[in-house]
């Protein structure tokens, strides 16, 4: 893929300093784009300075609230592609924090499209949504328009937030774009609890020596993709010129056991062990069944293939973690 139409164009990231955000900004400053990231760095989202640490003289960070439209609105208004990524990002605490998913998943993505509507209509919004706005999976693999029934707040508001990039598109002519990401992992996460990532809290229960639990027998089918192939994907969908308001699934277009991936990390890392335990009481109302997702659409359309498998996957994020461990817990 040709990236460099990306030297000189302003790029606005929104939680840029998290997992996917700082991957994505990681390859543009090595493209020489005007990189702008806006991160409140709440300590509940995994974003962390160091993150950009080797890029810090070539972006520009403000740490402050996507909401906040006074902070926002110079920001869209002298942009040319949005990365839409702040959100709340745990399906399980959404039902903790109804009020404040709906805010961020929804408010916060409706302002940015708001702002540029009326700011910056010939932006190009690229927004993250989640395969979990799909619920159970009934057909696999899953095409883009397998029915949308979600089992949590966060898959709804997710879903909402998609209707809304597609309404500014067919009303307005906002360039926007959808990704629905399966089940990313690798080097930038954080690695504090299990909400966000299974294959970064594997990893580090591994690496103290802690036994890895798994629900079941672990035969559901998971589809786990890497964070450059993910930043790659968004990098493609930025500059292409699909028609506005495309909905993309986002993986790796193979799906593995999850006691598969579990089974990898302890290969690669040569420690660890696996203990297989029954499902938790009421844990498989919201357990989504078997994940496979068909990703044609996406590579026919902006020409975007994955390359990293799910070996090489965790090795890379075991290299990455092994000296920055500290920084993540």
């Known amino acids: 893929m040709n990236f460099e139409a990306y030297r000189g164009a302003r790029v606005l990231i929104t939680g840029g300093l998290g997992f996917i955000g700082s991957n994505i900004a990681q390859k543009l ?19 962390t300075l ?23 609105e110079p920001l869209v208004r002298e942009t040319n592609i949005i990365f839409s990524l702040a959100a709340q990002v745990s399906y399980i605490d959404s039902s903790r924090i109804p009020f404040d998913d709906l805010d961020l998943n929804c408010r916060g993505p409706l302002q940015t499209l708001e702002l540029c509507r009326t700011q910056n209509p010939e932006a190009k919004v690229v927004f993250a949504s989640s395969r979990l706005v799909l619920g159970k999976i009934v057909r696999q693999p899953a095409l883009e328009d397998h029915p949308t029934e979600p089992l949590s707040l966060y898959g709804t508001h997710k879903l909402a937030a998609e209707k809304y990039h597609q309404l500014y598109a067919a009303q307005y002519g906002i360039r926007t774009a959808v990704l629905r990401i399966t089940n990313p992992y690798g080097e930038r996460q954080q690695l504090k609890h299990s909400k966000w990532s299974l294959p970064g809290w594997f990893m580090r229960l591994a690496l103290e020596g802690k036994p890895i639990t798994i629900f079941g027998d672990g035969s559901q089918l998971r589809d786990y993709i890497y964070a450059t192939d993910l930043a790659d994907a968004f990098l493609a969908v930025g500059l292409s010129s699909t028609p506005p308001g495309e909905v993309f699934n986002c993986g790796s277009g193979r799906s593995v056991r999850f006691r598969e991936m579990a089974e990898t990390i302890v ?16 844990y498989e109302r919201v357990e989504t069944g078997d994940v496979s997702f068909d990703i044609g659409k996406l590579s026919r359309m902006v020409g975007w293939t994955p390359s990293v498998s799910l070996e090489e996957g965790v090795d890379r994020m075991y290299r990455y973690f092994a000296s920055r461990l500290p920084l993540y817990l």
């Open 29 to 47: 400053a090595l493209l020489g784009a005007r990189i702008t990231i806006v991160d409140s760095l709440d300590p509940l989202y995994g974003g």
């Open 50 to 72: 160091a993150n950009v640490e080797e890029i810090r003289d070539r972006i520009r960070i403000h740490v402050g609230d996507f909401r906040d439209r006074l902070l926002m």
């Open 267 to 282: 290969r690669v890392l040569r420690r660890g062990t696996i203990e297989f335990v029954p499902w938790p009481p009421d």
